[in-house]
C-alpha cells in the first residue's frame, strides 16, 4: 500500500508538471501564431506597395529615367 501511495504521488507529480509544460507550450504557440499573422500582414503591404510602386513607374515616361 505504502508502494502504491508512492507510486500514485510520482504520478501526480508527473501530470501536474506534464500540464505546466502544456500551458507553456500553449502560451508559445499563440505567441508564434501571433507573430506568424503580423509578418504576414507586413508581406501584403510590402506587396501591395511593391505593385503601387510598380504601377507608378510604368506611367512615368521613359525619358525621365534616361539622361538626355
Known amino acids: ?10 504520478l501526480t507529480n508527473v501530470r ?5 509544460e502544456c500551458s507553456e ?7 508564434a501564431t501571433r507573430e506568424l499573422r503580423a509578418s504576414e500582414d507586413r508581406a501584403r503591404k510590402a506587396m501591395a506597395d511593391a505593385a503601387k ?5 510604368r506611367q ?6 534616361i539622361d538626355g
Open 25 to 31: 507550450l500553449a502560451g508559445e504557440l499563440e505567441d
Open 16 to 20: 501536474r508538471k506534464l500540464e505546466t
Open 1 to 10: 500500500a505504502e508502494d502504491l501511495g508512492r507510486q500514485v504521488a510520482e
Open 60 to 65: 512615368e515616361p521613359v525619358d525621365r529615367w
Open 53 to 57: 510602386l510598380a504601377a507608378e513607374l
